[in-house]
């Protein structure tokens, strides 16, 4: 049966990696060291027969798509649809600044993950509304192909969730690693596989079309 291969990656470790944060939509830049991460990812895919590669468009993702582009002479399609989940008022903000400036929709959130809205921001299921339909527009585009997808932690999530048919209140019960690797395989019946999980190696058995 036929089957597109996603390879989905999250981009880099990023400056003010050290708290965590909401970055959001902020176009956030790559330490050196999260570039070296999405070099390193692109000599693990080396041996891949990619057919496409896809990104967001924000600047942490630009990179670890080019690297991944460039040595194959592949075009990048970049879409503001697979940006991060937008925080609104709360981009660039510390869980700490969060817990202090916004103390009730702090806990209004932790109450209700998928659905609370940020303020000025999204909800996870505002998200995914986004994020879903784009990613069918990907498989549509290359059915039976091999293709790369670099995104964000957050929108990784809503993807491996809607692959695994789970419910996006569970959304972190899977973590997603600066410049992990995560394999899912989308067959013509609409059936789909997880592969691999935030992995920081690829399996030679997932190296083949």
Excluded at 45 to 59: E, I, N, T
Excluded at 75 to 88: D, M, N, T
Aim: with cysteine; hydrophobic share 40%.
């Amino acid at each position: 049966m036929e089957r597109t291969r996603l390879f989905l990656i999250r981009h880099g470790q990023v400056e003010g990696f050290e708290s965590k944060r909401y970055n959001g939509q902020k176009n956030v830049p790559l330490t050196a060291h999260g570039r070296r991460q999405l070099e390193a990812v692109a000599e693990r895919l080396a041996g891949v027969p990619l057919d496409a590669v896809w990104s967001s468009d924000l600047d942490r993702c630009r990179y670890g798509a080019e690297c991944l582009a460039a040595p194959r002479e592949l075009p990048v399609v970049y879409s503001e649809r697979l940006r991060e989940l937008h925080a609104g008022e709360w981009e660039g903000l510390s869980w700490e600044d969060l817990k202090r400036r916004y103390p009730t929709e702090w806990q209004a959130r932790l109450a209700d993950i998928s659905s609370y809205r940020m303020p000025s921001g999204e909800s996870f299921r505002d998200a995914a509304q986004r994020v879903l339909p784009e990613v069918g527009r990907l498989l549509d585009s290359h059915p039976g192909q091999n293709v790369a997808l670099v995104a964000h932690g957050g929108v990784n999530r809503i993807i491996l969730l809607d692959a695994l048919g789970a419910s996006l209140d569970k959304v972190f019960c899977l973590e997603q690693d600066y410049a992990c690797l995560n394999v899912i395989d989308y067959f013509a019946d609409g059936y789909r596989t997880v592969r691999l999980m935030n992995a920081d190696h690829l399996p030679e058995r997932l190296c083949t079309r």
